[in-house]
């Protein structure tokens, strides 16, 4: 949708958000085929491949903010928010507006599928901590020592980009609960020279934090459906 208004072609999956998509397809159509086999009296199938289907949606719109963000940053060339002409302060801040929601969309898709987690192996996550995190049900596979397999798929995962996560957790954060996370670095600016011009902050680590987020949710959600859709087959479920 993005790439349109942009003016650019429509996206062709591939790599890892191919992989991701394609994995999370499979096991919508695993679902269907139980749903249509038992009629789904307790409709915990369908509400599977309801959540399953919005994830594909939200794998979507984040790649899709990641490559706006990227789009608009192309035309920012000044080094300082002073120096910035009318038109660059308009891609700057729309820049900002997709990178932004890049990023919160990145802990959204996360916390999406550690629902969809727990209610598949039943960890009951919410026992232990009403309010959980994609990163506490992780934990939780391991508390109650069931599906290690999966759980050490998913550990080595978020270790490999942790750096990234980390700091776009912060930005999060900040951008959540205190301020808006590009002043945070207005304001330390503010705190070495009242009258200094504003340098802006690393547009391109921050836009290659974000790739590397999107990269880690396209291989958690890819590790965990295709754990699940070969753990089915193992059952006898199969489209």
Same mark, same amino acid.
């Given at each position: 949708?993005?790439?349109?208004?942009?003016? +650019?072609?429509?996206?062709?999956?591939?790599?890892?958000?191919?992989?991701?998509?394609?994995?999370?397809?499979?096991?919508?159509?695993?679902?269907? =085929? *139980? %749903?249509? &086999?038992?009629? @789904?009296?307790?409709?915990?199938?369908?509400?599977?491949? %309801?959540?399953?289907?919005?994830?594909?949606?939200?794998?979507? +719109?984040?790649?899709?903010?990641?490559?706006?963000?990227?789009?608009?940053?192309?035309?920012? %060339?000044? /080094? !300082?928010?002073?120096?910035?002409?009318?038109?660059?302060? /308009?891609?700057?801040?729309?820049?900002?507006?997709? !990178? &932004? #929601?890049?990023?919160?969309?990145?802990?959204?898709?996360? #916390?999406?599928?550690?629902?969809?987690? $727990?209610? %598949?192996?039943?960890? $009951?996550?919410?026992?232990? &901590?009403?309010?959980?995190? !994609?990163?506490?049900?992780?934990?939780?596979?391991?508390?109650?020592?069931?599906?290690?397999?999966?759980?050490? =798929?998913? +550990?080595?995962? $978020? @270790?490999?980009?942790?750096?990234?996560?980390?700091?776009?957790? =912060?930005?999060?954060?900040?951008?959540?609960?205190?301020?808006?996370?590009?002043?945070? #670095?207005?304001?330390?600016?503010?705190?070495?020279?009242?009258?200094? =011009?504003? *340098?802006?902050? #690393?547009?391109?680590?921050?836009?290659?934090?974000?790739?590397?987020?999107?990269?880690?949710?396209? &291989?958690?959600?890819?590790?965990? !459906?295709?754990?699940?859709?070969?753990?089915?087959?193992?059952?006898?479920?199969?489209?």
């Amino acid at each position: 949708m993005l790439r349109i208004l942009l003016g +650019e072609p429509p996206r062709i999956n591939e790599g890892l958000l191919k992989d991701a998509v394609e994995t999370m397809v499979k096991t919508t159509q695993l679902l269907q =085929k *139980e %749903i249509e &086999k038992s009629q @789904d009296p307790t409709h915990d199938f369908r509400k599977l491949e %309801i959540w399953t289907r919005g994830l594909i949606g939200s794998l979507d +719109e984040l790649e899709q903010s990641w490559f706006a963000a990227s789009h608009f940053r192309k035309s920012v %060339i000044a /080094g !300082y928010v002073d120096d910035m002409s009318p038109l660059e302060q /308009g891609d700057y801040a729309r820049y900002v507006y997709f !990178y &932004k #929601d890049g990023f919160i969309r990145v802990f959204s898709n996360l #916390d999406k599928l550690g629902t969809v987690l $727990n209610e %598949i192996y039943n960890l $009951n996550t919410a026992k232990y &901590k009403a309010h959980f995190s !994609y990163f506490t049900v992780v934990r939780q596979f391991r508390y109650t020592k069931t599906h290690e397999d999966l759980a050490s =798929k998913l +550990e080595a995962i $978020n @270790d490999h980009y942790d750096p990234a996560i980390d700091a776009l957790r =912060k930005r999060r954060n900040a951008e959540i609960h205190y301020m808006n996370s590009e002043m945070q #670095d207005d304001l330390w600016q503010r705190h070495q020279g009242l009258h200094d =011009k504003i *340098e802006l902050e #690393d547009l391109d680590q921050h836009l290659d934090d974000l790739k590397q987020g999107l990269d880690m949710v396209c &291989k958690t959600l890819s590790a965990s !459906y295709r754990y699940t859709n070969e753990l089915w087959a193992d059952k006898g479920v199969s489209s």
